[in-house]
């Protein structure tokens, strides 16, 4: 008998939902200060600020700027409402599809994985261990389906609130911006903040409060418990593919509808209010970027947790019962909430930023001083929560491990994490020499851009291929694929400031978009303009912690799928691994290519609306007349929801086709290869993408001698700029981004069916043999 944790499991049962609760409590608190920014036009009402000025200062300011205070509060506060209410309707539309889905899936699950023992309510022999009796094959199946709707309803939950605080915070950030761009920063992070906390916490409590429901049942059969945990993971990701295919579509579409017909052929600005798809433009950002990376880094932090725990109660914490080093997962995410408590403080209570100079440098403080401290929390975790040795199952094996080597596991995906933040960064970032070089091949033309933006995108790759690697090997050599999964985690583990900084973008965004639209002064639109481009490089750090963690949750998935449907070794010199691996490989560009197009088409019926309301609206080029925002957003609703179908089913039917059919070793040759292949395209389409964005931003912001020396707007150099961009923005906010997602998911799916796969799979390899 091994030895126990130095943590009490009453102690554990006890820290665990209280850290959850402190982080929901910390992001509520969060919302009301942000909620003190009001949105009315009485003077009074102006928000206090922390150095005690009251309204009357604040409207000495106003008037300073020359902006008529009242008309404009009220013209954000109407904005804001009409952003509100696309992205709520497009929400709860994508829902209405979403849960049907859900309600057929769920059935799929239970009787596909209720067959196993052909719906027997008799107790077996356990998986991996003959000896002992576990729980009936029908009691996974019913606990599965009801983890499966949990982590399905947690997820949609998550994108829901990230999108509702991103719209309130909006208005109020372009309000506070006339304070300075200190203030709006503030306001704008913090309303990441309360996202960020609230996903990291519901994730958490949902996740503990089932596991301790489903051990009312299971009682000593761990392994069966943390069988149907799996589900969890399973709704989490198959929510966030939806999510992300279709709000991708979406705020791609809207932006292209938006650009074509209002700047190009009615030579308005950027985020003219007599535009009808200015609406839907900003809806986008909040339904792609906000509520899709909420679903989607929640799926991850889902999957890692259930793969984690899968592999842990097969090994000696679940073999002798020990409840606080079963729950390893979940103690570095509780750390985890309290660590990015901390760091959130140092961006909006201990410095205060005064100079536009200082808002990127902020931001990237917060994932090194978030990474530089939860090290410290990992270290302490894995001393009281883990005995100091312990087995881990290893294929058939148990493996000796000691508690020091998991730290290790765990801190090295957490730093394998900042590197890769770091290298998207330097490539996405117009500070750094490969966003300039892109922008100054815009001198010969367009075809030169593109060409240095796909060699930057696949360059990008290299470093990051590398971090992801080493960090596999380490936690591999040290513990099997229980350390894999537990270095996922640690990438996972600052989750909350990794999402306060990515959803700080959009806000910035839409801040910007509002500011022009109402007509505010050009030091404004200046001071939002640098909150977006700060946010824009996050955003792209952001999607590259979602690749890189996607990559190491993937192969831990994949770790405990061969595990639990009985392979001893995945043979790449068999016929049917091999042609497994290159259909695997093949799907990220069959992906790729549905959701590219789909891009397009969806943006079609958009250009046609918008020259439909022009030509037939008495008085909207005027400004006499509104447009109808409503009708451009159902448009791209109704299209990115119909478009969003095909590469859905192609994710969610491929493991179920080839698991049945033929078997769980060409499964697991797909599952590798796509893993393989989808990693590369994710990185590159995203690094690419963003680059181009970045390259047209410096030639506009003219910053630097030669950024001028390629402008102004509307020059040769800016125009092939542009179409880099145009051709980018689906790469990195649609294809990019669903990419992780899909690795993710075939994963933690052939996983939750391994049992039905392991007696049932194999169908025509059956036949024909």
Known sequence: MLAKALLPELWTEILVPVCAVVGIVFSLFQWYVVSCVKLTTDHSDSSPSEDGKNGHGDYLIEEEEGVNDQSVVAKCAEIQTAISEGATSFLFTEYKYVGVFMVFFAAIIFLFLGSVEGFSTKSQPCTYDKSKTCKPALATAVFSTISFVLGAVTSVLSGFLGMKIATYANARTTLEARRGVGKAFIVAFRSGAVMGFLLAANGLLVLYITINLFKIYYGDDWEGLFESITGYGLGGSSMALFGRVGGGIYTKAADVGADLVGKVERNIPEDDPRNPAV?????????????????????????????????????????????????????????????????????????????????????????????????????????????????????GTQKVVKNWELFLCVAVGLWAGLII???????????????????????????????????????????????????????????????????????????????????????????????????????????TDALDAAGNTTAAIGKGFAIGSAALVSLALFGAFVSRAG???????????????????????????????????????????????????????????????????????????????????????????????????????????????????????????????????????????????????????????????????????????????????????????????????????????
């Open 279 to 395: 609406i839907a433009d900003n809806v986008g950002d909040n339904v792609g970027d906000i509520a899709g990376m909420g679903s989607d880094l929640f799926g991850s932090y889902a999957e890692s947790s259930c793969a984690a725990l899968v592999v842990a109660s097969i090994s000696s914490f679940g073999i002798n019962h020990d409840f606080t080093a079963m729950l390893f997962p979940l103690l570095i995410s509780s750390m985890g909430i309290l660590v990015c408590l901390i760091t959130t403080l140092f961006a909006t209570d201990i410095s205060e930023i005064k100079a536009v100079k200082e808002i990127e440098p902020a931001l990237k403080n917060q994932l090194i001083i978030s990474t530089v401290i939860m090290t410290v929390g990992i270290a302490l975790v894995s001393w009281i929560g883990l005995p100091s040795s312990f087995t881990i199952f290893n294929f």
């Open 567 to 769: 392979i001893q070794t995945v043979d790449v010199l068999t016929p049917k691994v091999v042609i497994g691996l290159l259909v695997g490989a093949m799907l990220p560009y069959w992906f790729s290519a549905m959701t590219m197009k789909s891009v397009g088409s969806a943006a079609l019926k958009m250009v046609e609306e918008v020259r439909r309301q022009f030509n037939t609206i008495p008085g909207l080029m005027e400004g006499t007349a509104k447009p109808d925002y409503a009708t451009c957003v159902k448009i791209s609703t109704d299209a990115s929801i119909k478009e969003m179908i095909p590469p859905g089913c192609l994710v969610m039917l491929t493991p179920l086709i080839v698991g049945f059919f033929f078997g769980v070793e060409t499964l697991s040759g797909v599952l590798a290869g796509s893993l393989i292949s989808g990693v590369q395209i994710a990185i590159s389409a995203s690094n690419t993408g963003g680059a181009w964005d970045n390259a047209k931003k410096y030639i506009e912001a003219g910053a630097s001698e030669h950024a001028r020396s390629l402008g102004p707007k509307g020059s040769e150099p800016h125009k092939a700029a542009v179409i880099g961009d145009t051709i980018g923005d689906p790469l990195k906010d649609t294809s990019g981004p669903s990419l992780n997602i899909l690795i993710k998911l075939m994963a933690v799916e052939s996983l939750v069916f391994a049992p039905f796969f392991a007696t049932h799979g194999g169908f025509l390899f059956r036949i024909f043999s």
């Open 421 to 527: 933040g770091f290298v998207t960064e330097y490539y996405t970032s117009n500070a750094y020499s490969p966003v300039q070089d892109v922008a100054d091949s815009c001198r010969t033309g367009a075809a030169t851009n593109v060409i240095f933006g796909l060699a930057l995108g696949y360059k990008s790759v290299i470093i990051p291929i590398f971090a992801i690697a080493i960090s596999i090997f380490v936690s591999f050599s040290f513990a099997a694929m229980y350390g894999v999964a537990v270095a996922a985690l640690g990438m996972l583990s600052t989750i909350a400031t990794g999402l306060a900084i990515d959803a700080y973008g959009p806000i910035s965004d839409n801040a910007g978009g509002i500011a022009e639209m109402a007509g505010m002064s050009h030091r404004i639109r200046e001071r």
